[in-house]
């Protein structure tokens, strides 16, 4: 399918009338039905999957003059493999919600105040539904894109066997909340400490992202994340049973940082952790409100999509349903 | 993450100095930026061994070879890989778990506290090593 969309693309162009042939003669990608209430739909690529210098060619040509230019002033060929696919992620993802009528190089971006990222909708002939919202995050290994209608998310993926530089203590001591210091002081194993600290790092980006207020408008010592189950445990202390809840606490007098979020924990692959924070639909019943549902794609754009969700890459670690 | 929250690349790309670029044969000059959100404000700065103007606070030689190698170490890169002022975190490969890591080890070595607004301006190397010049001068005087 690729081959398509090299031999059928033309250069980038300035005229009305050439830029309609350009949109007509791209191969259309599958459409994706709509994320459902609490649901949120997420996209992934395996950058080492992909092996095809033309391919990546051919995406280059779907990013803005803009985007082209910083991929170009980027050192390194996995550091630019990583950017480029990183947006044509984001473009694919979204026009598959427009039912493919939306080109992916149609969309125009911009950042809200605190630089969280969104589509900048435009009057004219462009149709894109204004309720979608998307969030992106990068490791070397995968790149991910999740999308929600409606209510605001943020996710957030890491290695699962990332091991930080720093001592886990001094770094929880010097960011995290002191609920969470001392739940991580509590393993006494390194690599279930090292693993927890991940869990909640990822979980506490997720939620920042979400909020998009930026790193500096939800300061992580502000806030904090919890694993709660049946026994609600007051110490913190790792789960009795293997199912647990994630709370997130924020000061009662706090004005940015709300509580109205829920949250989910999913392995990915066997080799990522994946945090997932969406806005509560507070119209749902109370219990209701506490699990999401998730579907999730594995894509090389324009050659294969495939649906990971049912199927051992993707592991409920915590708030699904 | 490449930046500390929300963005891998920089959609709107922000040129921290002036550079000639040549890009589908139309050349584009850049103009020189000074990094709007910093923190340090224009001043005059009397230095013994290099009396002259400078806009901001920029950082000692030796500031910035340290914050190299703290970067360097930190981001866990080849003993030949290259940090200099100019680099940028992101193309560094660092994400938002590494550039806290790296801020912390900054603190560390320098005996200082980043502020997360001030952590959030940092571009490239040099604006690292800048904002640490400025807070070690303002933790002596």
Redesign the interface.
Known sequence: MHRLLRGDMLPLPSNLVSRHLVVSSLPSLPPAPFPLRREAHLWYIVPNELEDASLLQDYMKLLS????????????E??KK??IL??VLVRTTLSRYTDCKVNPRLFK???NRF???EVEHQNGCLWVPPSLQFN?????SM?ACGVTVDVPIGI?I?EKR?K???NIL??AH??FSPYEVQYLASFMDPESRQSEFLRL?TLK?AY??AL?R???GA?FRDFTIRFENSTDSVVPERPKSEEFRIMIDTASDSVNLTANWQFALVELCGSHLAAICMEKDENMPGTEQEFLKLKVWKTLPFVEDKCMSQTDAVINISGLC | MASVTGTAISISARPSRRSLQVFNGLSVVKSVSFAGQRKSIPSIRSHPATSRFRVSCAAKPETLAKVCNIVKKQLALPENATVAGHSKFADLGADSLDTVEVVMGLEEAFGITVEEDSAQSIVTVQDAADLIEDLVCAKSA
């Open positions: 003059p803009c985007e082209k230019e910083n991929v170009l002033s980027i050192k390194g996995a550091l990583c950017a990183s947006r971006f911009r950042k630089g969280k990222p992106i995050s990068h490791t070397s790149i957030d890491e990332r930080p530089v720093n001094s770094l010097r960011y790092w980006e920042v992202k998009g930026g790193f500096s300061p």
